[in-house]
């Protein structure tokens, strides 16, 4: 499944939040998995849709698809040189899909801050430059080889050295890996080297439970960073968020409502988590289940089910679709049918949001 890595300087609120994330996974009933060890936590994605299907159809089970998170604690500044726990957090940096870069917005002078005082942009760059810091290292590697390579004179390797050498030159002023504008063919050079700078990021600004609705100006001043990265800001407070998770479930929206706040953080993090990777969800309904699945935007049938079944995509026929809101406005599988909008989709359509989907296939 989707793996997000949890990173932060020290007192941000980071195993404040993966704890409450790791109740929010507990707490889901029929859901087939559970934590697999005390940094990584399995968290359902929460999704009205499928709370409805499961009612329209009565089926027997819901299962929500799913996202992965790992606490990654312990960078801090130096990691790059392997203060701290250093090199092995930055290796399991490289093994998520999705970095949730924990900021500190809030103000309390019983949480002693590492840097001295609450200031966002020093304590992203601080983060952000030892993933750069580790890059160039692996960079320059990259180019002694390719040196080597070009001297020969082979065009291929001379234009790979040349778009490495403009990478080295993007890091080395503190851009991240993922600014650096290439062609998807020119990134080919290097791919494989996975940088760390490369991943896209969700910034996750720890603020008071004040500051939930309104934010602050550290948040705005994330805002403005995440802008230049072109990656995505959400807001909660990792407090409320751990009194949240602690609740059953009947109390939560009640609690939700007399704070005023219309959904929980977690799920709008979750959620955000999913958007940033460019995932969509399809659904899977009948007695015996309703089931969310995952796949990359962009997904055609087959490819979607594979993700359920490797047999499923080898022996594909077709597959009956209709989109969610169709199914729910008419209520029935068979009322769907009878009104003509059970498409029979073949091997090239693109699987869609919300798409629910029988896959027929030979075995
Ligand atoms: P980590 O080092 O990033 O994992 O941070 P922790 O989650 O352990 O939190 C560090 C301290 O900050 C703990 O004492 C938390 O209770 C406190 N803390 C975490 N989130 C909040 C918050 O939203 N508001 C306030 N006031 N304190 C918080």
Redesign the pocket.
């Known amino acids: 499944s989707l793996r997000c890595g949890i990173v932060?300087?020290?007192?941000?609120?980071?195993?404040?939040?993966f704890n409450a994330l790791s109740d929010a996974g507990a707490d889901a009933a029929n859901f087939p998995f559970c934590t697999i060890d005390p940094n990584v936590g399995v968290v359902p994605v929460p999704d009205e849709r499928l709370d409805n299907l499961h009612e329209i159809v009565g089926s027997k089970e819901k299962i929500p698809t799913s996202v992965e998170f790992v606490d990654i604690?312990g960078l801090v500044k130096g990691a790059s040189e392997g203060k701290g726990k250093g090199n092995a957090f930055l290796s399991h940096i490289r093994e998520v899909d999705l970095i949730v870069h924990?900021v500190r917005c809030?103000q309390?002078e019983n949480?002693i801050h590492v840097e001295g005082d609450v200031d966002p942009q020093r304590d992203i760059h601080i983060i952000e430059d030892e993933l750069i810091l580790k890059d160039l290292e692996s960079v320059e590697k990259r180019l002694e080889s390719l040196k080597k390579a070009a001297k020969s004179g082979d065009k291929e390797d001379v234009r790979k050295l040349e778009i490495v050498q403009g990478l080295k030159e993007h890091l080395e002023v503190g851009n991240a890996a993922r600014t650096y504008e290439v062609s998807e063919e020119e990134r080919q050079a290097y791919r494989e080297l996975f940088l760390l700078s490369e991943k896209p990021v969700l910034y996750a600004c720890?603020?008071?439970e004040d500051d939930l609705d309104s934010g602050n100006d550290w948040v705005d001043e994330v805002r403005e960073i995440a802008a230049e990265f072109e990656d995505e800001v959400v807001t909660f407070?990792?407090?409320?968020e751990s009194e949240i998770a602690e609740l059953p479930e009947d109390e939560k929206q009640l609690f939700l409502e007399e704070l005023g706040i219309s959904s929980a953080g977690l799920d709008r993090l979750i959620q955000a988590a999913y958007e940033e990777l460019g995932l969509i969800t399809y659904f899977t309904s009948g007695p015996k289940e309703s089931r969310a699945w995952t796949v990359r935007k962009g997904s055609t049938a087959p490819e979607a089910a594979g993700v359920i079944h490797s047999d499923f995509e080898r022996g594909f026929i077709r597959a009956e679709t209709v989109s969610y809101e169709t199914y729910k406005e008419l209520g029935s599988e068979k009322a769907v049918k009878d009104a003509g909008e059970m498409r029979q989709e073949g091997k090239d359509y693109i699987v869609q949001d919300g798409d629910v989907m029988l896959f027929r296939f030979n075995v």
């Open positions: 932060g300087l020290p007192n941000v609120g980071k195993s404040t939040l604690a924990v809030f309390d949480v720890n603020v008071s407070c990792a407090k409320i």
